[in-house]
């Protein structure tokens, strides 16, 4: 169909209730795999808040140069690892409201739905199936793609474009202020997830408006048609 509005989805904190979790598991393997300890977890301050992005800035601080591939890989199977146990342990929720909108949306919505996440898409697809979400159920692209948010949120378009057509209706939606940095460097309108402080840095930094999550269908639908110039 052409020109059918696309929203775009972040994950961890967006869709799924598990920032703690992979924070917990990202810090520790950091720890158990490279011992790097006394890490600052502020992700806005960092350039690419990414798996891969933040690994490389991250490598290169502290040990003068890039990781090399196998030392990417030991530490992507062990944060895999850590997160796998700590799901079952405590299994993460989706945030309120997420099962009904994707439902929603890819049904009589009339909307395309896509993923962009700084994820890497195993660690998503756990974070996702854990939730009594799918990760598989739309075009997606993740931290496996490309290092920086921005390239991933384009080639999230780019795979939604060779599902539902060509579009010049995108909105992105998010929770962090890496989101929102993003989304004003391609120019589309970020609709911000988030509660109290959090709420007030997506505001400052852009969005369009902030819901605290997705339980007010209604809301979320105008501001979207608003977005998308629906």
Known sequence: MQNMPLI???IDGTLTESMQADDVCFVRALAEVWDFHEVDTDWSKYRHVTDTGLLHELHEVRNGRAPATDELAAFREHFLKLLAQM???N???????APELLTHLTG????????ATGAWQAS??????????CYDD??????????DRVS???IARQRATECFGETDQVVYVGDGVWDARAC???????IGIGKGERAERLRAEGAVAVLPDHTDLDSFLRISAQATNR
């Open 108 to 115: 009589q919505g009339g909307y395309g739905v896509a993923l």
């Open 87 to 89: 799901l079952v342990e």
């Open 8 to 10: 775009i989805f972040d």
């Open 184 to 190: 004003r460097a391609l120019g589309w309108p970020f």
């Open 91 to 97: 299994p993460v929720a989706p945030i309120a409201g």
């Open 152 to 154: 991933i949120m384009k």
């Open 138 to 147: 739309h075009p997606a692209a993740s931290s496996d793609d490309a290092h």
């Open 124 to 133: 998503a697809r756990l974070k996702m199936a854990c939730a009594g979400l």
